[in-house]
């Protein structure tokens, strides 16, 4: 067939817009893939970084905690307290997957805190334990294991902490 004019017959207009269609619905599906593996990580990310802090904050109070096994109130795998240096009570705390930093007075026979605050170190902790290791009736080391579980991608600290001050005496 002769044409005399130059231009698209419907049918090449119409093969041309599907290919275009097609090449961005590639493009649109590879660009979505992209964004979701994006926004996981940085969910990821920030637990993981949330859990640096909460993990920082109790190795800080922990180095400072006392040496004598006698001021340490009470001692479970998700729950640990000692008395701090100005008399007050100090403790952390797994409740319904929250860790919990709580301060006030201990009644060590009843278990139960009075005039306490309490805080919220991390969310969403899917465990967190707590060992002391004891020599002669001084506390030398913590060992604490905190893990949280985002996107069902298990993020653990395992941390060893070597206590400040142990002087046996």
């Given at each position: 067939?002769?044409?005399?004019?130059?231009?698209?017959?419907?049918?090449?207009?119409?093969?041309?817009?599907?290919?275009?269609?097609?090449l961005?619905?590639?493009?649109?599906?590879?660009?979505?893939?992209v964004?979701?593996s994006?926004?996981?990580?940085?969910v990821?990310?920030?637990?993981?970084?949330?859990?640096?802090?909460?993990?920082?904050?109790?190795?800080?109070?922990?180095l400072?905690?006392?040496?004598?096994?006698?001021?340490?109130?009470?001692?479970t795998?998700?729950?640990?307290a000692?008395?701090?240096?100005?008399?007050?009570?100090?403790?952390?705390?797994?409740?319904?997957?929250?860790l919990?930093?709580?301060?006030?007075?201990?009644?060590?026979?009843?278990?139960?805190?009075?005039d306490k605050?309490?805080?919220?170190?991390l969310?969403?902790i899917?465990?967190?334990?707590?060992?002391?290791?004891?020599d002669?009736?001084?506390?030398?080391?913590?060992?604490?294991?905190?893990?949280?579980n985002?996107d069902n991608?298990?993020?653990?600290i395992?941390?060893s902490?070597?206590?400040?001050?142990?002087?046996?005496?």
């Amino acid at each position: 067939m002769n044409r005399s004019n130059k231009g698209f017959s419907l049918i090449e207009f119409m093969i041309y817009n599907v290919v275009g269609y097609l090449l961005l619905i590639i493009l649109f599906a590879a660009v979505w893939s992209v964004h979701r593996s994006l926004s996981r990580q940085q969910v990821r990310n920030r637990a993981y970084a949330s859990l640096v802090a909460g993990h920082a904050l109790m190795r800080r109070e922990l180095l400072e905690s006392p040496a004598k096994r006698d001021a340490w109130l009470d001692i479970t795998p998700h729950y640990i307290a000692w008395i701090m240096p100005n008399g007050r009570a100090c403790g952390y705390r797994v409740k319904k997957n929250i860790l919990q930093r709580i301060e006030g007075k201990y009644d060590v026979h009843r278990h139960q805190w009075h005039d306490k605050t309490t805080s919220v170190v991390l969310r969403n902790i899917a465990d967190c334990r707590f060992e002391l290791f004891v020599d002669q009736g001084c506390v030398h080391r913590v060992l604490v294991n905190l893990s949280l579980n985002p996107d069902n991608q298990p993020l653990k600290i395992n941390d060893s902490i070597v206590l400040r001050n142990r002087i046996k005496g």
